[in-house]
């Protein structure tokens, strides 16, 4: 072979391996970022504003709006614009406040505040409409999210109490099931559950935990076991602890980057705040 045709043959393998190597160079650069940009990090939070008693709407919003949170799921919220006037301060202008008071009484009721719109409105009985769950969709960055504000009974006056409680938590339960393949559910509010512990077992959370489902103290590696999102709880007064307000999803779905409980110089409820920032996959 001549010495220029291979200079030729050369040159135009350099050519290639070059073009090559900007091509995958570049493929690899849009999917890193293609990736990055559906990344989703939702900031919600849930509190328990025991009818709005200690703090009137406007007073509860500036204590929240610090953080900057794109959801917030309240129980025991008055009905009426209350949510609407939280959610004005807070910059969250969708706003779903649910058909049924908790336990019948007044001004219980499960509200949603959210930065993007809400749709699908739905509640979803507990066994009856003592106590329900008030769901919410809504869609961030082309996906779609199921919210859903919770206020469980508790069981605790004796047996027949706790077998009504058991009933209408796996009524829920059963619900959740049959969406789990294909929703993306957030559930935050008042449980009125501890997580289990090495020495006691929850049998409300293993009911969760079964479907998929984890509380952000446990992806978060937070030991709650001295911690209270009850304002009165003393640290030391339950091996369990008393942190009883949670957000919880599906670890397929979701991860915990970031939460805690706030704690307030003036508690304007008898129960904390609690929030996370949740990376939805």
């Given amino acids: ?18 073009i090559l ?51 917030v799921s309240f129980s025991e919220a008055p009905g009426g614009d209350w949510t609407k006037k939280v959610g004005a301060v807070l910059g ?11 336990a019948g009484h ?37 996906k779609e999210i199921a919210l859903y504000s919770v206020h469980f009974p508790f069981g605790w006056r004796d047996q027949a109490h706790i077998d009504e409680t058991t009933g209408k938590v796996t009524a829920f339960v059963d619900y959740l099931k049959e969406r789990q393949t294909k929703e993306v559910s957030i559930l935050m509010g008042d449980f009125n559950f501890v997580l289990s512990t090495e020495d006691y077992r929850s049998p409300y959370y293993e009911m969760f935990v079964d479907l998929g489902m984890v509380a952000t103290w446990r992806d978060l590696n937070i030991d709650v076991t001295s911690l209270g999102s009850m304002v ?38 008898d129960h904390k705040p609690v929030w996370a920032l949740l990376q939805i996959k």
């Fill in 1 to 18: 072979m001549k010495p220029k045709n291979l200079k030729i043959i050369t040159i135009a393998c350099i050519s290639i391996c070059v």
């Fill in 21 to 71: 190597v900007f091509s995958f160079s570049k493929d690899s650069y849009q999917k890193e970022n293609s990736t990055m940009v559906n990344q989703i990090e939702l900031k919600v939070a849930a509190y328990n504003v025991e009818f709005s008693d200690k703090g009137n709407a406007e007073e509860i919003g500036e204590a929240l709006k610090p953080y900057n949170f794109d959801v």
């Fill in 92 to 102: 969250l202008n969708h706003v779903i406040v649910g058909k049924y008071s908790t």
């Fill in 106 to 142: 007044k001004d219980k009721y499960k509200t949603i505040a959210s930065r993007t719109p809400l749709a699908d409105y739905e509640e979803v009985l507990m066994a009856d409409t003592l106590h329900t769950v008030t769901r919410a969709t809504t869609i961030v960055n082309g």
């Fill in 232 to 269: 009165k709880f003393k640290s030391g007064q339950r091996s369990t602890g008393a942190v009883i307000d949670h957000i919880l999803y599906n670890t397929k779905k979701a991860k915990a980057l970031d939460g805690q409980i706030i704690e307030m110089e003036k508690p304007l409820s």
